[in-house]
Nanobody, 115 residues
Framework: QVQLVESGGGLVQPGGSLRLSCTASGIDFSIAAMGWYRQAPGKQREWIATITTAHTTNYLDSVKGRFTISRDNAKNTVYLQMNSLRPEDTAVYYC?????????WGQGTQVTVSS
């Protein structure tokens, strides 16, 4: 059984930082491309960042320079370091694992940016 479990969300003031973690089990993490998505209230889920098995990264323009995705294959974990957080970053954040032809999602973790 494949499971992705996110953690690290919470309430943070504008300009603050959070680090999200997503730990996978039941899949060969080393061959899975991993990504982070988010969904704000009343909005569609949007892609934020991806890291491939070769550690190539890509980012949504609005988070470039503020967010960093990384992975530790030894720990089956992908991270999202979020700096300079803004109120518009408030959302439920999800991780996704993709190992063709399958995709797996975590349950999400809430991030709220507010003073």
């Amino acid at each position: 059984q494949v499971q992705l479990v996110e953690s690290g969300g919470g309430l943070v003031q504008p300009g603050g930082s959070l680090r999200l973690s997503c730990t996978a089990s039941g899949i060969d993490f080393s061959i899975a491309a991993m990504g982070w998505y988010r969904q704000a209230p009343g909005k569609q889920r949007e892609w934020i960042a991806t890291i491939t098995t070769a550690h190539t990264t890509n980012y949504l323009d609005s988070v470039k320079g503020r967010f960093t995705i990384s992975r530790d294959n030894a720990k089956n974990t992908v991270y999202l370091q979020m700096n300079s957080l803004r109120p518009e970053d408030t959302a439920v954040y999800y991780c996704k694992g993709a190992s063709t032809p399958y995709e797996y999602w975590g349950q999400g973790t809430q991030v709220t940016v507010s003073s």
